[in-house]
């Protein structure tokens, strides 16, 4: 409300500063016709001269209703673009055995940040990627993204992670080179977690960082695969990994947004000040990791340019084995 009466004061007050002069103008021309007995002419030049001004006046009233009406349309934009992005971020989270906690927080641009939790019969699958660039042709990318993944791993059960990447693959390259000569390329990860705390993985996206409950410390793990849509037949360049989860140790993956957060005085957050952050709130568990990777993010850039996403898995100790 503030901003919709400031902008018409500040409209109206732009006006009056040109409107004063005007106002002299008309006076002095008068006084000069009343002085030299020709006030006819004169009246008749000073009235065509507040016609035009009051034509430029108008226009420069309309060409400033016009650049407030832009600046409110795409603020409004940034807001509608940013809900189905939003909306692509799981709620239920119900995995036997696993605490996990997720959140993102976009940036004013839709980007094509994106991350899945899908229940299996013995564990769930995990996912986490990112399209380059932003605008709303990177946020459905990453929908077409996750909606292909899903279907694979709902028709396909068994598949492992480094089929299933290159099946996705192949059908983003198919869509987006072939038909709608896109070339964005894709980070994404997927992982295959069971009930034993086995996870295999497949992909190439930030290294995944494991939190280990007996020494309270981070390590990491690389991801080491080519991007997705990168070529037609990913088969033979995608390499699958895997690491156990012992009780109480936690997963944590996150977006680049996190990572490469940057302000001007100290540069990037960084691996160190990740770690930090895990290190100093994984007793409190995955939902406080997720507070304080997003929040120590935003603090540290003053201005959010990507998205920053979260997901974090603690393994609970009722299902060790």
């Known amino acids: 409300m503030r901003h919709r009466v400031r902008a018409p004061l500040s409209r109206l007050l732009a006006v009056t500063k040109l409107a004063w002069p005007l106002i002299a103008a008309v006076v002095v021309i008068v006084v000069l016709g009343i002085v030299v007995e020709q006030l006819g002419v004169l009246v008749l030049a000073a009235a065509s001269l507040v016609w035009l001004a009051l034509i430029a006046m108008s226009a420069l009233v309309k060409r400033g209703e016009d650049a407030e009406d832009r600046k409110e349309l795409a603020v409004r934009m940034a807001a509608k673009t940013a809900r189905p992005q939003v909306s692509l971020v799981p709620t239920d989270f119900e995995v036997p055995g696993l605490e996990i906690a997720a959140a993102m927080r976009p940036s004013q641009q839709v980007g094509g940040a994106c991350f899945d939790v899908q ?20 946020g459905l990318i990453a929908l077409l993204a996750q909606n292909s993944l899903q279907a694979i791993t709902l028709t396909k059960p068994d598949v492992t992670p480094s089929e299933a990447i290159a099946l996705l693959s192949a059908a983003l390259f198919e869509n987006l080179r072939s038909r709608m000569k896109q070339d964005e390329h894709i980070t994404f990860v997927l992982l295959r977690c ?19 409950a007996d020494t309270g410390r981070c390590e990491i793990i690389g991801t080491r695969s080519v991007w997705l849509d990168e070529v037609k037949d990913l088969r033979d360049h995608v390499h699958q990994g895997s690491f156990q989860l012992a009780m109480n140790d936690v997963l944590i993956l996150y977006s680049d947004g996190v990572l490469e957060a940057a302000n001007a005085c100290d540069g990037e957050q960084g691996t160190e000040r990740l770690f930090s952050a895990v290190e100093g709130s994984a007793p409190r568990g995955p939902e406080a990791i997720v507070t304080t990777l997003i929040e120590q993010a935003s603090t540290w850039s003053p201005i959010q340019r990507d998205d920053l996403s979260a997901l974090v898995v603690r393994r609970l100790p009722s299902l060790a084995r």
């Open 194 to 212: 069971y009930d034993d705390g086995r996870v295999v993985f497949a992909g190439a996206h930030e290294d995944l960082v494991i939190y280990r």
């Open 119 to 138: 229940p299996a019969n013995d564990g769930c699958w995990l996912t986490i990627g990112d399209v380059a660039g932003h605008g709303v042709s990177s």
